[in-house]
């Protein structure tokens, strides 16, 4: 009742809540919907953080690939390097 007093505007919704104590079966298909939404929302969650990881490893992946394409030209510049030194 103090609640009630205090804050009238919310006395429908207290009465709602409880009157959920006596109506448990509905209280628990709440819950179970609420765990069912809250389940794909962490789902969807993850597939999106998994995907972000993905473009990120995909963008290292490019890097790494770019940095050893310049390290075979070098090689090979220096083997072309080795070869002339070896002909003088």
């Not at 969807?44 to 050893?68: N, T």
């Amino acid at each position: 009742m103090e609640v009630i007093r205090a804050y009238p505007e919310f006395r429908e919704l207290y009465q709602e809540v409880f009157r959920f104590r006596y109506q448990k079966k509905e209280l628990i298909s709440m819950y179970s919907e609420a765990l069912l939404i809250l389940d794909a929302n962490t789902v969807q969650h993850m597939v999106e953080e998994q995907k972000k990881e993905i473009l990120e490893l995909k963008g290292d992946l490019e890097m790494e690939r770019k940095a050893s394409s310049e390290k075979d030209k070098e090689i090979e510049r220096l083997h072309a390097l080795l070869d002339a030194q070896k002909n003088i």
